[in-house]
């Protein structure tokens, strides 16, 4: 009994041990990256539907090659006749039985068709190119979204560790309240106040531990990884400092999914104004056949039908088929084609002007939150400072607690204001990287 008492205390406290090594795992916003892209329901989904546009690419050449049928038969007869000849003769049989047999294979070749096979093999390769932009864009999005809901949990983190220094400076007070009441030199309300203030603090840390995990949950979903994984993010929001607005300009409307998307959109455009053209032109096809057929007659009542009957042979040949007139159908989808083209094309530049419009705000909301950080890194000094100095002036009876309150309200802005600063940054560096449409160094 003692035995398995201990081994089962020893089986807690490793557990135990596994969870905190499991809930102590950092992970890293690559990994996290890397994951989503991995794993996203949506990315999947696009991925398939690429697939299918590859396996349609993959027999794209089969559109040049001949159609091959075959087509075989076998009947049993058996029946009643009843004939009345020219000379007034008259013949009548029943069961009268005979067996048929038939087969034929036919190939069929389009010589010519007005080039529209040839064009209808470039589509195909432009629907496998079209498949992967959007997958990229997809991608794209996607990592936008998992930088954005990772850096938030990040402030959130920051945010905790505000609220817990503003704890241990509302401990402080609480002490020196209580060591200042004790000795005669202090006010009850004093003390009470100070208490008021550590546990709203309190309350804050409970509130903000419950946000950073429904942070963490969101990711979680984000990543399509299983919800309650447990694991801890960086402590710190990293920038890049390569980024300026001639070179987001210059490579967006070369690497922006979107644009790239409607581009290969115009290209499949076009292709279909040639398939529509194509239709113009006569079709040029190549027919050959071998066919094969067999009767076999138990009885007749007719002297000049055959008992035996058997027939094979090859024949080939060209058609041709030539349109004149389909009710201006061809006329109509060549228009349709070009109307199509010309809205794709009004589309591009519509897509154009707005993302140049994004980035130049993005561009200049960046340089905002930069120059809002710099302000905000050097207040925070000065604020930790100015409560600093408070407390130590009431430590010597300078001062009131009022006037500690006031310092630590101001600290708490500061803190509010620098974290913002740096999780706004962060957003307006991954909305220039997302216009742009790389995140690569």
Do not use: H
Not at 165 to 184: C, F, H, P, W, Y
Not at 220 to 233: K, T
Request: with cysteine.
């Amino acid at each position: 009994m003692k035995n398995r008492l201990l081994i089962t205390v020893l089986c807690i406290i490793m557990l135990a041990g596994c969870r905190q090594v499991m809930a102590q795992e950092k992970l890293t916003v690559e990994q996290a990256i890397a994951t989503a892209l991995q794993n996203n329901f949506d990315i999947q989904l696009l991925r398939n539907d690429s697939a299918s546009f590859a396996l349609d690419k993959s027999y794209a050449n089969a559109a040049f090659l001949p159609r091959v049928n075959a087509t075989g038969g076998l009947v049993f007869n058996n029946n009643n006749q009843k004939q009345r000849l020219a000379d007034g003769s008259k013949r009548e049989s029943k069961a009268i039985r005979s067996n048929t047999l038939s087969g034929s294979v036919q190939l069929n070749w389009t010589l010519f068709d007005g080039l529209k096979m040839f064009v209808t093999r470039d589509k195909l390769n432009e629907f496998v190119q079209l498949g992967e932009l959007t997958i990229r864009n997809q991608m794209i999005g996607t990592i936008a979204s998992v930088i954005n809901n990772y850096y938030n949990i990040v402030r959130q983190k920051q945010q905790l560790k505000a609220i817990e220094e503003q704890m241990s400076i509302n401990e402080d007070r609480v002490k020196l309240a209580e060591k200042k009441l004790s000795t005669g030199l202090g006010a009850k309300p004093e003390l009470l106040q100070g208490k008021v203030d550590l546990n709203a603090q309190k309350a804050a840390r409970l509130r903000q531990l419950t946000l950073i995990e429904q942070l963490k949950e969101q990711l979680n979903q984000v990543m399509n990884v299983a919800l309650n994984s447990r694991y801890e993010v960086s402590d710190s929001i990293s920038f890049r400092d390569d980024i300026n607005a001639g070179d987001i300009f210059g490579a967006a409307e070369k690497t922006n999914p979107q644009l790239q998307i409607t581009k290969k959109n115009i290209d499949i455009g076009k292709l279909t104004l040639k398939e529509r053209k194509a239709e113009r032109w006569p079709t040029l096809t190549f027919n050959s056949a071998y066919n094969y057929s067999k009767t076999d007659n138990k009885t007749v009542i007719n002297p000049f039908t055959p008992l035996y009957s058997r027939n094979n042979g090859f024949n080939y040949g060209i058609g041709i088929s030539i349109p004149i007139l389909n009710g201006f159908n061809t006329r109509r989808l060549i228009k349709q084609a070009q109307l199509d083209i010309d809205y794709l094309n009004l589309s591009y530049l519509n897509q154009k002007a707005q993302i140049d419009l994004s980035i130049t705000n993005a561009y200049k909301d960046y340089e905002l939150q930069k120059k809002m950080l710099a302000l905000e890194e050097e207040n925070i000094l000065l604020a930790k400072e100015n409560v600093f100095i408070a407390l130590e002036r009431l430590r010597l009876g300078l001062s009131t607690y009022l006037e500690l309150r006031e310092t630590q309200k101001s600290l708490e802005l500061a803190y509010d204001r620098l974290i913002a600063a740096r999780y706004n940054t962060k957003l307006a560096e991954t909305e220039l990287l997302r216009l742009k449409g790389d995140f690569g160094k």
